[in-house]
């Protein structure tokens, strides 16, 4: 079924929009020259972004969907992961199979992101792509929905995530924190920065976390480590150098998720499965994670009409060597689970380089044009080795009886019979204008791009090599009334190197992405409130399907399309009040394919239907100024975690909520998410594979500012 986009339809969540978010009364702001303007004791709103045309462009005049979550709703929300930051995101999922201390899962618009840390790609590998970002470390997150090939190259159709790192700022200030909470945590973390020298020549920012937790599921901890020193030389008003570090370890192990059907989503005769059941052999499944990089962002100002930009970044990400003892389903008792070994390691390093010029001029019709160069190189090296049984036909490790475990298998980590070294460079080239004619922004651009990809057995001998080019585009416009409110529509496109053969040898073309949105989006003098309602079609064209006639072999044959309408909003009413929601309608369905059995599903992980509402309070005077309140809901509908439909999951709502105490320089805090600690399931992908969400999780903090 697609969703039935009427006028009448339309209207009327215009007029929803309308009646929810009125025209708020101006706003206290920061005195400084951000682009962030807040009342006093609610998280800033942000008014500009940088993520889907890499110049300094209000939000009312992009013509695309974009969310921009601030560190100080994150930390409002008392979040650990990027995951949980999403959750009051129109049109993002996170956490689709459950908490997983490795890394964020992610949705946005029914497709994996493309994940990027201040404008540059991310480490791109089998494990090393999944990267859990530390969040403490970020200044904001900027999700940009639908295709953004233009200014980025390869990404896929869905949008992409873009990480801001935090900066050295010009007015000094420090924080340190202590955190405890559910599943034996404990958190120590510092946050300082300002100027180095009395004429603020050289500023710097220094940020650290040390982590200490277990996790829901038993034998698993969650250990982390953080830091990120930066520095930034202003030797004249018309050069900046920002040097940006960054080192982060993940202590943890694998092994959450992974449950049969027959137990957690369907009956058991042996009865339910318990939500901490631990899956592996304690001593086996370890995974560590590290992850560093070092750059530059530098900027030259020639004149009021002309700025040159150079970001750098070389990142190094390794997962140590480890074995993992996995669950494939049930055996035919009911009870003893099937295992496996899968041995790994992996490296992935990056450079990235970006450089663009950006021009202004004209008066009645003015441009912003940008132009750039940029280019990016990964390796990555991933061995690897799965065995289900041993020579002798015996199990390669003892099944575990799910209801009564006893640990203790023998592990035998195996030889592995596999190990690649792929190297993909990214040459791109991109032109993009903004015009703006009175209150019309035209928003023009066009990329040409070129990847080379190289893939060497390194076991086995030999390579293959695959050389794609494709040029993207987009277009749109933007009118902005005087009251705040901003029609647009918009024309984007993606696109996605497909790695791989065919089974008469030619090498697949990239995965092409097309999008058309259209939507108005509010945002009164003042910044207080920022509400955004789109409407959009999505087709990815040249996805794989099974080769008819070789079935070891794929086609290019596939075709899916998208269709959904978002609403989301924020707004910081006044007198310490502020309000928050997001609804997402998507539908989509797989419109081509040689797989008889998927042709009209819906997309896997995807709910039709989402939304959340939250709210925080603040009384500013009185016996009780300085403590607050929050609380939110959130709903995810049914969906189905396979591409056949098969297995579909129930919806579930879940409730937050929070209180916090400021007195002076002192903030204490409680977070509770899942308040009702509500057993859910967040997807299932067959009858062997089912994960269940996140538990009640409480956490206190103590914070102290200077």
């Known amino acids: 079924m697609r969703p039935n986009l009427t006028p009448s339809r339309l209207r009327a969540l215009a007029a929803a929009i309308a009646f929810a978010l009125p025209v708020a009364a101006s706003a206290q702001a920061h005195d400084d020259d951000t682009s ?12 500009d972004s940088g993520a889907a045309t890499k110049t300094d462009t209000p939000i009312l005049e992009i013509p695309q969907s974009i969310s921009v979550i601030t560190d100080q709703q994150m930390r409002d929300r008392g979040i650990h992961g990027v995951e949980e930051a999403v959750w009051y995101t129109a049109g993002a999922q996170g956490g689709g199979y459950g908490p997983d201390s490795r890394s964020d899962w992610l949705l946005v618009r029914g497709f994996t992101p493309a994940r990027y840390l201040d404008g ?19 200044e904001r997150i900027e999700v940009l929905k639908g295709p953004a090939s233009i200014n980025y190259g390869a990404m896929p159709p869905g949008g992409l995530v873009n990480y801001v790192s935090k900066r050295p700022t010009e007015t000094a200030f420090g924080e340190v924190e202590l955190q405890a909470g559910s599943f034996d945590l404990r958190q120590a973390q510092f946050d300082m920065g300002g100027p180095l020298t009395d004429d603020g020549t050289w500023l710097y920012r220094l940020t650290g976390l040390a982590r200490n937790s277990d996790d829901p599921v038993d034998y698993i901890h969650d250990d982390r480590y953080y830091f990120a020193p930066a520095l930034t030389w202003k030797p004249d008003e018309s050069n900046t150098l920002t040097l940006l570090g960054r080192w982060q370890k993940a202590d943890t192990v694998a092994g959450a998720g992974f449950l049969p059907a027959e137990g957690t989503l369907l009956p058991n005769p042996n009865g339910r499965i318990p939500t901490d059941r631990f899956t592996g052999e304690p001593g086996a499944n370890g995974y560590v994670k590290t992850i560093a990089s070092l750059g530059y962002e530098y900027e030259h100002v020639f004149s009021d009409a002309a700025t040159f930009r150079q970001n750098l970044r070389y990142g190094d990400t390794e997962i140590d060597p480890s074995t993992l003892v996995g669950a494939f389903g049930l055996l035919a008792d009911q009870r003893s689970l099937f295992r496996y070994l899968w041995a790994t390691e992996e490296a992935t390093k ?24 940029d280019y990016r190189r990964l390796r990555t090296d991933y061995a690897s080795a799965f065995v289900m049984f041993n020579a002798d036909g015996s199990y390669a490790v003892a099944p575990l009886d799910l209801f009564d475990p006893v640990y203790g ?38 990329r040409q791009d070129w990847v080379d990809t190289d893939t060497k057995d390194l076991l086995a001998g030999g390579s293959t090599g695959q050389k794609d080019k494709k040029f993207s585009g987009r277009a749109g416009v933007n009118y902005v009334f005087d009251n705040g409110f901003a029609p647009y529509v918009g024309y984007s496109q993606s696109f996605q190197p497909t790695v791989g053969r065919a089974f008469d040898g030619s090498t697949f073309k990239p995965t092409k992405g097309d999008q058309i949105e259209a939507g108005i989006k509010y945002q009164p003098a003042g910044g207080r409130l920022l509400a955004t309602l789109s409407v959009y079609e999505i087709t990815q064209e040249n996805t794989l399907t099974i080769d008819p006639d070789h079935t070891l072999y794929s086609v290019q044959q596939g075709e899916t399309e998208v269709r959904g309408v978002e609403l989301e909003g924020r707004w910081n009413i006044g007198d310490g009040f502020s309000l928050y929601g997001a609804y997402a309608y998507i539908d989509s369905e797989v419109t081509k394919t040689n797989d ?35 609380a939110g809901v959130r709903y995810v509908g049914d969906h189905y975690g396979d591409i056949y439909n098969d297995w579909r999951t129930p919806s579930y709502t879940l409730v937050d909520a929070s209180l916090h105490y400021d007195i002076e320089q002192w903030r204490v805090q409680l977070n509770a998410s899942n308040l009702t600690d509500k057993r859910y399931l967040t997807a299932c992908n067959s009858a062997a594979w089912c994960y269940y969400g996140y538990p009640r999780t409480v956490m206190a903090s103590l914070r102290y500012q200077w």
């Open 350 to 373: 990056t450079f990235t380089i970006d450089n663009h010029a950006e021009f202004t001029f004209g008066d009645q019709v003015r441009h912003t044009v940008l132009a750039g160069l």
């Open 596 to 630: 008889a059995g998927a042709l009209g599903k819906q997309i896997a992980l995807q709910p039709r239907n989402s939304a959340s509402l939250g709210f925080d309070h603040t009384f500013t005077q009185g016996a009780l100024s300085g403590f607050g309140f929050g």
């Open 120 to 138: 540059l790609s991310l480490a791109d590998g089998s494990g090393t792509g999944i990267t859990r970002i530390e969040p403490y470390g970020l």
């Open 409 to 446: 298998a023998p592990v035998v980590t195996p030889d592995y019979l596999s190990s690649t070294r792929q190297t993909q460079e990214q040459t791109g080239v991109y032109v993009q204008d903004q015009i703006r004619v009175d209150r019309w922004i035209f928003s023009l651009g066009g």
């Open 36 to 47: 962030l303007e807040t009342v006093t004791v609610t998280a800033p709103i942000a008014k």
